[in-house]
């Protein structure tokens, strides 16, 4: 396992974190671009969140696709068209290409991040899961801590007649590309196909993983993929997952305008603040998972984090006008929020496997990530109405507390006999 963890989960974090950067850089970009182009907070919040339609519209199939044809080949077309449209984010002139393009965006990268959730299911048992899937999605904070004075830097290079920001776009989606090609060759979709391991080790992981597929689907029935769509419970954590992604999303893409609400900073400095922010969250997230996983228990480690993240942003709302309580409040809604997402995503996998885990990872992420487009949209729309961020932060602590509550609900939900048989 050791082997595996040091082959897979460096490569994969790197993966996320080019694509969170380019999924949040618009965050930065809005420092200056929305200046240049004349976007008021609601054009930019809707363009910010019109990502997530398209997202949600092709994640469920995207991960069919992924789950037929195999993650190596899948996840390299999803990086490289994300990686061209992301650099085109460089030449938008006007609201209506700037949804266009975003919504491309969101389309090209859907699957991605449940793609990678479906493909650590083939390799790692459940009870090292939630540490490798806290390790892969420690990415997200560390997108935002190295990622943001990196990105609020370009935003001074303007050269050869282009704006700083339209340089960040281009230079950040390079990589993109040039990892899908490098996933082509470095990835290995199963592990009885791992040429890296020995014959012995092969052997080993494909017996441990077969027999926990086995074991799942004697306990909670061999879902197809109607019945993983149509799956109560699976409804229920795609609720849930959409109030914790509300609250990432809030600070991925509203932070940096926040903290620059609170006072003259340049954008480099914007950027320092957010990296201390998202520090903390790494911590929080490492720290979190390790316990979680050392004490097998997973519901109380993810209320009492999605709890914290609900008091952090409901402080941050009643404080806005103090910056230093504002700040320490929003960093605790980072750590609570950073630790809630890899201890979720160990609790669905325990009852999905096969085509009906493709189908309903999926669709609990798809779900989840239309507060990505909601929660911007929001927002800004109260931003600019009320002239204040505090109205929008009390919804988002309003749901994160009742996404807390729904998990009472969700998880005293019966599981479907063993006996039950599903077509396939």
């Not at 965006?105 to 959730?117: C, Q, R, T, V, Y």
Request: aromatic letters at 14%; hydrophobic letters at 55%; a positive charge.
């Amino acid at each position: 396992m050791k082997a595996v963890l040091w082959r897979l989960i460096p490569f994969v974090m790197l993966l996320y974190f080019i694509a969170y950067l380019d999924r949040v850089n618009i965050g930065f970009a809005a420092l200056t671009m929305n200046a240049d182009l004349g976007f008021s907070a609601t054009v930019y919040g809707l363009g910010a969140g019109i990502f997530f339609i398209g997202y949600a519209l092709f994640e469920v199939p995207s991960n069919i696709f992924l789950h037929k044809l195999g993650a190596r080949v899948w996840i390299a077309r999803i990086m490289i068209t994300w990686g061209l449209l992301s650099g085109a984010m460089a030449f938008v002139t006007n609201p209506t290409s700037f949804y266009i393009i975003r919504f491309l965006l969101g389309a090209a990268e859907a699957g991605f991040f449940p793609g990678i959730i479906l493909y650590l299911t083939y390799w790692f048992p459940a009870k090292t899961r939630g540490k490798a899937i806290g390790l892969f999605m420690v990415s997200i904070p560390l997108s935002a801590m190295i990622g943001a004075p990196i990105s609020s830097a370009l935003l001074g290079l303007d050269w050869l007649s282009m704006r700083g920001w339209q340089w960040m776009f281009i230079l950040e989606a390079i990589p993109a590309v040039i990892l899908g090609i490098v996933t082509i060759f470095y990835l290995t979709d199963r592990p009885e196909q791992a040429k890296w391991l020995s014959p012995g080790q092969r052997d080993w992981l494909s017996a441990k993983m077969a027999a926990e597929r086995g074991a799942i689907a004697n306990q909670h029935g061999e879902k197809s993929l109607k019945a993983a769509l149509m799956d109560k419970k699976v409804l229920g954590f795609a609720f849930i997952y959409f109030c914790v992604v509300l609250g990432s999303y809030t600070l991925g893409f509203w932070l940096p305008q926040m903290i620059k609400s609170f006072g003259e900073m340049s954008n480099f400095h914007i950027g320092l603040a957010t990296a201390g922010v998202n520090m903390f969250g790494v911590v929080a997230m490492i720290y979190w998972t390790r316990r979680s996983d050392a004490r097998q228990e997973r519901l109380g480690h993810f209320a009492f984090a999605v709890i914290l993240a609900a008091i952090g942003f409901g402080v941050c709302a009643a404080t806005l006008s103090t910056p230093i309580v504002a700040v320490i409040a929003l960093t605790f809604a980072g750590m609570g929020i950073f630790s809630a997402l890899p201890t979720f995503w160990a609790l669905p996998t325990t009852f999905l496997t096969g085509v009906g885990a493709a189908a309903g990872i999926a669709l609990i992420n798809s779900i989840g990530n239309l507060a990505g487009y909601l929660g911007p949209f929001v927002m800004g729309y109260l931003k600019d109405q009320t002239g204040s961020y505090s109205a929008g932060l009390v919804i988002v602590s309003a749901l994160l507390a009742c996404g807390a509550l729904s998990l009472l609900f969700v998880t005293r939900m019966k599981a479907p006999s063993a006996n039950t048989q599903h077509p396939a």
